[in-house]
């Protein structure tokens, strides 16, 4: 016979599991708050275009929609720590990133686990919002693993920005472990914003547009994920670059990451060059938290 634990046993038995399997935090957020969150309130209004910034956020949505289970009730979030001591976790290498794979790894775990213990059915989303996936730095913040910071990534208490987040949603409903009352950018120096290569965060905040301070990207709307998205992709530019092969091989690389950025999980068929892109992280890696 499943289990049928109340809802504070439900979260107590999910992160115990969650920690067990190789995550490095683990809480739950109700379903029904996370999609009042900010990113997934204005993710209607200007899309995944980059080029599109949320100061330009249309008036009336159509732009993009989450794909939520009509029965989702609760959202289990996991996060595995990318420390700065090992950065090939983040390394885009063909087939997506180490850290990425390890997180697919424990959640695919956790997700037989509770289906087969409680008897709960679960979805795991993808990692790409426009392939059905939900925002994960929303949904980590609403389970208390940490805050959205002035570098505009969830700072948790333990690991500050350096951890990466994937989830899972439930159709019964779990304890939520959030939002947690933590803001330690009040009175910080912002090193992760002087050390962007690109200016990110040196655009005017938008208050009359947004008047509530936690939902503006970067908190007081500092943040421009236009001018960062120019940076990724001179990342994928050197990456492709460095490929020791011809014209038509780097081609190749460059079309298998851009499968990669619009929701594909591995390279097409077939080895190909050998390419790996060091996405820039000195906002996340400068920021004293968790050191």
């Not at 794909?67 to 090939?88: F, K, L, T």
């Not at 997180?103 to 059915?121: C, K």
């Not at 505009?152 to 990466?164: A, D, E, F, M, W």
């Not at 998205?229 to 298998?256: L, Y």
């Amino acid at each position: 016979m499943p289990e049928k634990p109340s809802h504070s046993e439900l979260t107590r038995r999910i992160v115990e599991k969650a920690l067990s399997l190789g995550a490095s935090l683990a809480g739950v957020a109700d379903v029904r708050s996370l999609k009042e969150s900010p990113s997934h309130r204005i993710y209607p209004k200007i899309g995944m275009d980059f080029r599109v910034r949320w100061q330009d956020a249309r008036d009336e949505g159509g732009l993009g929609q989450v794909a939520w289970p009509a029965d989702a009730v609760s959202a289990v979030v996991i996060g595995v720590a990318h420390d700065a001591a090992e950065p090939e976790l983040d390394w885009w290498d063909g087939k997506g990133t180490p850290g990425n794979r390890v997180l697919m790894r424990i959640n695919g775990e956790l997700s037989r686990w509770i289906e087969s213990t409680f008897a709960v059915r679960t979805y795991k989303p993808p990692y790409m919002v426009e392939k059905g996936g939900i925002f994960l730095k929303d949904a980590a913040a609403m389970a208390g693993l940490g805050c959205i910071g002035g570098n505009n990534l969830v700072i948790t208490p333990k690991y500050g920005p350096r951890v990466r987040f994937r989830a899972l949603l439930l159709n019964r409903e779990a304890q939520a472990t959030g939002p947690l009352e933590f803001d330690p950018c009040q009175g910080c120096e912002q090193p992760c914003r002087k050390a962007c290569p690109v200016g990110a965060f040196q655009v005017d905040a938008h208050p009359a547009r947004v008047p509530v301070r936690h939902a503006l990207p970067g908190t007081d709307g500092a943040y421009d994920r236009t001018t960062c998205n120019v940076k990724m992709e001179t990342d994928i530019e050197e990456a492709v670059a460095a490929v020791r092969a011809g014209d038509e091989e780097r081609g190749e690389a460059r079309r298998a990451i851009d499968a990669f950025e619009e929701g594909g999980l591995a390279k097409p068929e077939g080895e190909g060059p050998s390419c790996c892109v060091k996405y820039c992280r000195r906002c996340e890696l400068s920021c004293p938290v968790g050191k």
